[in-house]
């Protein structure tokens, strides 16, 4: 069986200790574990800045660095296991454990804790941060910046409902691979809302699709629905906001939109990735 290697560390030449015996390669080498330090990271399917953008790592997301080599580190992303090629200088060791994590869709990083100052960096929602003071109305982080508290929340404190944090990336721009207030595609928004509500996942939409909660039965009128459930097609992925509502990060207008299903549905499969495949419902997801 071929791993799959968007999360198999493998290659012909080099592969992670933990696979000797499943893989071939003329070398295995044990992962230097990291901490990402720019606001976000470009998880690249090559080393090279032109090659096709797989997914993103947010701030204060621990990787395992299984080879560096110029200016490219070649990673395995601890939360869902995505394997590709970071910038080397998007990552560190020397950084603390993260305390916190952005709840808000976006905030900025200010040099003091004043909102006139100009702006470092901005974070987006789940980026995960070193929390080391108070001064007044902001948050001291370890490196010295200053963010609102406001648009904080510990990293244990969760939302409660994942839909709600979906909504709020409403018209932010489709992006391919993108995982960020900057820019999404369906299962960066799926994965990013189930994050902040504490429910781990997978990146990619037919992996979301193997993992998450229990397939419902449908027909042509697609009665019974609720909001949070999940509707897949073959390479799409979309949210339920109420019995009829589909909320997903489409190419169609190249944003996050809001949409009845069924006009979702018979464009979709008119025009792009065919009929619905499965509708799923989480545990514990009671209409509300």
Not at 264 to 274: E, P
Request: charged fraction near 25%.
């Amino acid at each position: 069986m071929i791993p799959d290697r968007r999360i198999t560390p493998f290659r012909p030449d080099l592969a992670a200790s933990s696979l000797i015996g499943q893989v071939e390669a003329r070398a295995f080498v044990e992962p230097e574990p990291a901490r990402v330090v720019a606001p976000s990271a470009p998880l690249r399917r090559e080393p090279r800045p032109d090659a096709a953008l797989d997914t993103e790592a947010l701030m204060g997301e621990r990787v395992d660095v299984y080879e560096r080599h110029e200016g490219w580190a070649w990673v395995q992303l601890a939360g869902d296991g995505y394997v590709g090629y970071l910038p080397d200088d998007a990552l560190r060791q020397d950084v603390p454990e993260p305390s916190h994590r952005v709840g808000a869709l976006r905030t900025f990083v200010y040099p003091g804790p004043s909102m006139k100052l100009p702006p470092l960096e901005s974070l987006s929602l789940g980026a995960q941060i070193s929390v080391a003071g108070e001064a007044g109305e902001f948050l001291i982080l370890a490196d010295g910046g200053h963010v609102f508290a406001g648009h904080i929340s510990p990293r244990d404190r969760f939302e409660p409902d994942f839909v709600a944090v979906a909504e709020r990336f409403l018209h932010v721009p489709y992006l391919w691979g993108g995982k960020t207030s900057h820019g999404l595609d369906c299962s960066g928004l799926t994965q990013l809302a189930l994050a902040a509500a504490g429910i781990s996942s997978p990146r990619d939409s037919d992996m979301l699709e193997a993992a998450l909660g229990e397939s419902l039965s449908f027909d042509e009128d697609l009665a019974g629905l609720q909001r949070g459930d999940l509707v897949f097609w073959k390479g799409h992925v979309g949210v339920l906001t109420d019995h009829d509502t589909l909320l997903h990060a489409t190419a169609y207008t190249m944003r996050v939109m809001s949409e009845p299903l069924r006009e979702a549905r018979d464009r979709i499969r008119a025009k792009s990735f065919g009929a619905i495949t499965s509708i799923r419902r989480l545990p514990g997801l009671s209409a509300g």
